[in-house]
């Protein structure tokens, strides 16, 4: 069975730090492009950041850059989101997911193939 699955969700307070997982079964990680996306009550699903499959490259929304990072462990057949300085704005669920696309990563939802359930992420003081 193919699956995603996040973890590493919590709440925080502003400034404080995460980092989120994904984990994938049945399937091998590697060869796919990995994003994170979030989705805020009442708003569209957005992208935060991916990491293509073939050379690593990134990509982050303008919002989080300099604050998250991305990696991969083909290894663990496990993606992470290192969320630092975290701000109330970030609040939302957090959704890791898969794309074939083998020399980039999309920053668009149609780009992926395989989604995780989510993973609740709040900043509050």
């Known amino acids: 069975q193919l699956q995603l699955v996040e973890s590493g969700g919590g709440s925080v307070q502003p400034g404080g730090s995460l980092r989120l997982s994904c984990a994938a079964s049945?399937?091998?990680?590697?060869?796919?492009?990995i994003g994170w996306f979030r989705q805020a009550p009442g708003k569209e699903r957005e992208a935060v950041s991916c990491?293509?499959?073939?050379?690593?490259?990134?990509y982050y929304t303008e919002s989080v850059k300099g604050r998250f990072a991305i990696s991969r462990d083909n290894a663990e057949n496990t993606g992470y989101l290192q969320m630092n300085s975290l701000k109330p704005e970030d609040t939302g669920i957090y959704y890791c997911?898969?794309?074939?696309?083998?020399?980039?990563?999309?920053?668009?939802?149609?780009?992926?193939?395989?989604w995780g359930q989510g993973t609740q992420v709040t900043v509050s003081s």
């Open positions: 997911a898969a794309g074939s696309a083998q020399y980039f990563c999309s920053q668009f939802v149609t780009g992926y193939d395989y």
């Open positions: 049945g399937f091998t990680l590697g060869n796919y492009a």
């Open positions: 990491i293509s499959s073939r050379d690593g490259s990134t």
